[in-house]
């Protein structure tokens, strides 16, 4: 039944149903969702290469995309798991190629637009909301390449992430909807896949973490007390029924910046 209900959903349905857009007017809705070309990817298909990234508005409408890359000795590794929602930019440096690419984890459907076409929709939204936009969903790769962190830490944050985008809220913490093998986690926080299964079996043990077959359920409340944060929302990728859209009160309204223009320094998969 869900199946048939998913087949059957509109891209304007699914539209609705991001919270991320939700500042958006149901006029600049219905605009948007006339604008957009849709096109359905089976997993493992790779949905936008490199250059494509950031040619144009691309948003997740159903599925789990992943963000993966070249790590330094040229194996490719998954550094981003992405909810339905824009699809971040990500842009290699010139000097140091990545080749990224957006690709399906499991069966997709994307849209894309062009910036010409999102600025006239989006002409009557606030600065603020467009502002926010921006800096919350098309240059989220800075929280990717966490400076200063250790392994343990960058690990923690990448649950807890994991967590806002497809965790759902049970008694014993936050189940991760999406298997994720070590491998996948490993290009996540930017080690090796040996490293971070000693890290995994180490959380398991201080009961930060719980297995469930291949799943996982994070432990919300111990994660916040050992690394100082407070636990995400869960199952936030949607926007419930009647929920109001924050606005920033402060800032103006920027275009999005390549990669190479804000992160001279910025590391991925080799990361200790």
């Not at 950031?54 to 798991?81: E, W």
């Not at 299964?197 to 959380?203: K, R």
């Amino acid at each position: 039944m869900d199946a048939q209900k998913n087949a059957t959903r509109t891209d304007l349905d699914l539209l609705n149903r991001l919270k991320s857009l939700s500042f958006l007017s149901p006029v600049a809705l219905h605009e948007l969702e006339s604008a957009l070309n849709s096109a359905n990817f089976k997993r493992r298909q790779v949905i936008l290469p490199e250059e494509a990234l950031a040619a144009g508005v691309h948003i997740l409408l159903r599925g789990v995309a992943k963000i993966t890359c070249l790590s330094q000795d040229g194996q490719r590794v998954t550094i981003a798991m992405l909810a339905p929602g824009p699809i971040p930019q990500f842009v290699s440096l010139p000097i140091n190629r990545r080749d990224f690419r957006c690709e399906a984890h499991s069966d997709c459907r994307v849209a894309s637009l062009s910036w010409e076409q999102f600025d006239v929709i989006t002409r009557a939204a606030p600065q603020s909301a467009l502002r926010k936009f921006y800096e919350d969903n098309l240059m989220q790769w800075y929280r990717f390449f966490a400076e200063g962190l250790d392994l343990r830490e960058r690990l923690l944050v990448t649950l807890l992430q994991l967590c806002s985008d497809f965790g759902v809220t049970e008694s014993r913490g936050a189940l991760l909807r999406i298997s994720l093998s070590h491998k996948d986690l490993a290009g996540l926080v930017g080690a090796s896949r040996p490293r971070v299964t000693e890290h995994l079996a180490e959380l398991v043990r201080e009961h930060l973490l719980i297995r469930q077959g291949r799943q996982l359920i994070v432990r919300l409340d111990k994660i916040e007390s050992s690394i100082g944060l407070p636990p995400p929302e869960t199952n936030d990728s949607y926007a419930k029924p009647g929920a109001q859209p924050h606005f920033s009160k402060q800032g103006q309204l920027h275009s999005p910046r390549p990669l190479a223009a804000v992160a001279p320094g910025y590391r991925t998969a080799a990361m200790a």
